[in-house]
């Protein structure tokens, strides 16, 4: 399984990104999926995830209103529609998968991840 992200971007605050993560390999439609995000020298921190048949979203406190995930089994892609961006946003983004149907908020939930994409929020 590999997954590849793309959509970020330099944007002003208030501003919009919408990133794509685009998976290769088997069983796309039985894989929960989910968005992480990482600044130098913290941890990664869960963003948002969706179960295997898009039915059960989760979200971060601090994305919820403003993110929206969502997916496409025929496409075998998961996408975060990000509105109303703060520059404290600005982080690299991943994508992952898991082995289950379920969404998961946690980083050892997941077992594929991609390469990260850069979102930066200038003020």
């Known amino acids: 399984v590999q997954l590849q992200a793309s959509g970020g971007g330099l944007v002003q605050a208030g501003g919009s990104l919408r990133l794509t993560c685009v998976v290769s390999g088997r069983a796309f439609s039985t894989r929960g999926m989910g968005w992480f995000r990482q600044v130098p020298g913290k941890e990664r921190e869960f963003v948002a995830s969706?179960?295997?048949?898009?039915?059960?979203?989760t979200y971060a406190d601090f994305v919820k209103g403003r993110f929206t995930i969502s997916r496409d089994n025929a496409k075998n892609t998961v996408s975060l529609q990000m509105n109303s961006l703060k520059p404290e946003d600005t982080a690299v983004y991943y994508c992952?998968?898991?082995?289950?149907?379920?969404?998961?908020?946690?980083?050892?939930?997941?077992?594929?991840w991609g390469q990260g994409t850069q979102v930066t929020v200038s003020s």
């Open positions: 992952a998968a898991r082995f289950y149907r379920s969404s998961a908020t946690l980083e050892s939930d997941y077992n594929y």
């Open positions: 969706i179960s295997a048949a898009g039915g059960t979203t």
